[in-house]
Each structure stands twice: as C-alpha cells, then as structure tokens.
C-alpha cells in the first residue's frame, strides 16, 4: 500500500541522482522507497558510471537485477530506481537534483549538465569534500551554487552506506536557507529507519563532513600500532577541537558550533573513526607500509580514498596562513600520511 504523507509539496516531482558509489546508491535507495510510496513520482533515474563486472555492464545489472554488485553487494535495490548512463538525460526533466560523488568530478559534471536543468529544480549535496586554493576553502554547496546559480542545500550525517542499505537505523542533518527547501528535503530523504533533522547552516552542516576522514586516519593510524579505545577516543576529541576551530577560522559568523553537535558533526566523526574506509585504509598503512595508491586499489574496490587528498588540501590553507601551531593534529596527520613522520609520533601531540 502507498503512503502519502499528509499535504506532500513533493508528490508530483521528479528526483534523480547524479553518483552511484555506495553512498549515493544508498541514497538514491531511500528516495526510491520513498517514490513507490506516494512521496515522489515513481521512476527515480541514478546517473552511473558504466563500467564492466565480470564482464558485465553494471548499468544492465543494476537495471536487469536490481543490485548495485559492485558497491552495494547483496543489497536489493527497487525497481523504480533506473541507473542512466546519459547524464543530460537524467537531469534534464529533473525538479529535485541530488549530487552524491567525488568532489573532484564535480567541475566536469557541472560543465556538461548546467544550461539542461530546470529554472526552478532544486539541488542538494551529498558530498564529502572541498576544493582549495591557496587563499581559501569552497565546500561543495558553494561551489554548485557558484556554478549553477541557484541554492543548494546539503545532507550529511554518521551514515555507514551499507548499514543505510540494509535499513539499519540511522540519522542524517539537512541543511538548507528556507523552510520549504528543508521539509521538501525532509521528505525526499526521510525513511522509518532514516531520520532527518534540518538547520540553516548549510555549511556548518558540510564542514565536518569535509574534514572527518582527516580524523578518521589518525583513529586507523592508532588501530594500525595496536591501540584500544582509550587512545582512539583522544584522537576524536582532538580533531573535533580542530575542525571546529579551522571551520571558524575559514568560514567565521556563516558557521554555527552548535551544528558541530547535530549528526552531520560528532554522530558523523565517531561512526567514521571506528567503522569508515579512511579508518580501515589507515590502518593498512600503518601495518603494511605500502603507499596510498595500492591501499587505494587492494581494499577500496574503486571508491576514492578522500582523507588523505583532504588532509593534503587542508594542509595548504595550514602553510599558506602558517598556522601550524594552531592546527598541530592536522599538520601531522599530513606529516605521517607523506611518511615524513612515524605513525607513534600522532601521541606526541598529547605531551
């Protein structure tokens, strides 16, 4: 049986998403869910890279079988949800866009679907990352909204995408300018077993999500040399501290600190630092020695490693301003990443 929820503004819209990695399959999962149940119109279209599984195109398998066999293993995904290996297509009739993909691709992505989207669709951003300069930071709502000319909201939240998948209870903090945007968002993302919360920092909501997986290497860093909880828990609160400072520094009265409290902030970082990919890589590092890149192609399956390009990226706001003394967890992270440094020198910031 459908559900319609009482006085849905969204019933008669269109979402499509354009990511296909674990996460945004995952998301695009529950928006489905939600468009056999009334909330959304029936047909969500996924834009997905194709490529080859065993010799199959994982677009036809994603359609034909309804799983996502490379990044979503074993989750059933439903049958109004069409992968699209047309993105124009997928965005051109689209009224709600959902952005859920490497930072990295977004300029091209951008590029090529700017002038095909409706004047009135609404975007959101799944996206963990930022892009830098040397003078300053632009977290992915910024960016689109530079590029597209319109607003754009984000979503982020202590979201392990397979536990999502499999419709383990989870939590998720949206932020957008407007109370429409925000219910229309609720809406779209909003499961029994996903719970939404909305704010207006929409940066504040994105800036933790950005810098967690620099956190989350040094959590692997201390799993990697054999330490418990005790240790591990330390790392968190130090790299809070700093990304709480950094986000204040970089971006001033347009962030909120109590934001840092909702899921996007703290739920987010502890879910990364004890079951993320950062986390599992650094690990490896640690015990193995071998380099980012064949970290990168032996556990990851063809997900990107974000932590250490962010821990990178930070670095070069830390060395342009020199503030070193003011961000030593994160200039160490960066040390240990580029083995300027060993691992065991991450608990010299604790003398």
Known sequence: MKIYRKFSITKNLKCSVIGSGNWGNTLAKMISENAQDGILKEKVDMWVFD???????????????????KYLNGVTLPSNLVAQDNLKACVKNADLIVFCLPHQFLPNICEEIKNLIKPNARL??????????PSGIELPSQFLEKKMNRPVGAISGANIAIDVANSEFAEATIGAKTQDERQIWKDVFQRPYFSIRSVTDILGVESCGAMKNIVALGAGFTDGLNLGSNTKSAIIRKGMAEIIEFSNHVFGNCVNNSTFWESCGIADLVATCFSGRNRKCAEHFVKTGKNWNEIEFEILNGQKLQGVLTAFEVYEIIEYFKLQKFFPFFTRIKEISLKEKAPHTILDLFI
């Open 51 to 69: 490529e080859q599984v065993n010799g199959e195109s994982l677009i036809n398998i994603i359609n034909e079988k309804h799983e996502n066999v």
């Open 124 to 133: 959101i951003t799944g996206i963990k990352g930022m892009f830098v300069n």
